[in-house]
């Protein structure tokens, strides 16, 4: 496809085709994660896919950054929750730097949710019990403890996932030392309702000693 095939492609294609979510600052709590939590329910009601899908971005020594999906654990009044382990890339980057950014999309919503705060690794009972937690497959990628290293064929990575499941079934209490659940305490959160006229809602959250402070973002 030539670039200019590509531009074109790209102009044709629909944005806010909706319906919209509607979203009313004005009538929003004072704690985000409220919020959060409302607009979260509605994308569940709505139908969105993966609703609990969100992009996480971290940074490396020299501040390069990274961002990938990954699944939303938990939410708790501290924050939100996600889980990987200590060895990967990200769990590198968290280790030097905490800082962490989350996206949420809901894209038939037109609606984001960004997050930013710093990251915290949780104790070793915490992280334990989230590993025992997940489905069979899940407890078998998380056993492999090579994730983001080079691979010289698939076959290696079904060689070694049948020699996990043969480790969990000999031990289901079984937990790689190198499992990680973090915490993201946020210390700015924005929802964005998106327009079809191009004029966004666009509200944020900024952390201040004695709470929450709102205010209102230009599109």
């Known amino acids: 496809m030539s670039a200019e095939s590509m531009r074109d492609l790209l102009r044709g294609l629909t944005v806010f085709a909706g319906p919209l979510g509607t979203f009313d600052p004005g009538t929003a709590p004072e704690?985000?994660?409220?919020?959060?939590?409302?607009?979260?329910?509605?994308?569940?009601?709505?139908?969105?896919?993966?609703?609990?899908?969100?992009?996480?971005?971290?940074?490396?020594?020299?501040?390069v950054p990274s961002a990938r999906i990954l699944i939303m654990k938990d939410l708790t009044p501290e924050g939100w929750w996600f889980a990987t382990t200590t060895t990967s890339a990200k769990g590198h980057d968290l280790a030097r730097n905490a800082n962490v950014a989350l996206l949420f999309f809901w894209g038939p919503q037109g609606r984001q949710v960004r997050v930013r705060g710093r990251a915290?690794?949780?104790?070793?009972?915490?992280?334990?019990?989230?590993?025992?937690?997940?489905?069979l497959e899940g407890r078998v990628a998380g056993l492999h403890g090579r994730q983001s290293e080079p691979l010289a064929a698939l076959?290696?990575?079904?060689r070694v996932a049948e020699e996990s499941r043969e480790r969990l079934?000999?031990?289901?209490?079984?937990?790689?030392?190198?499992?990680?659940?973090?915490?993201?305490?946020?210390?700015?959160?924005?929802?964005?309702?998106?327009?079809p006229d191009r004029r966004h809602t666009r509200l944020r959250y900024d952390r201040e000693d004695t709470g929450w402070r709102r205010g209102l973002l230009w599109p």
């Open 169 to 195: 079934t000999a031990d289901p209490d079984l937990v790689p030392e190198d499992w990680g659940l973090y915490l993201v305490r946020p210390s700015e959160v924005e929802f964005w309702q998106g327009d």
């Open 155 to 158: 076959s290696e990575v079904h």
């Open 31 to 63: 704690d985000p994660l409220e919020l959060f939590r409302t607009w979260f329910a509605e994308a569940v009601a709505a139908g969105v896919n993966e609703p609990h899908a969100m992009t996480v971005a971290t940074v490396d020594t020299e501040g």
């Open 120 to 135: 915290e690794l949780a104790d070793a009972e915490s992280r334990a019990a989230d590993f025992r937690h997940r489905p």
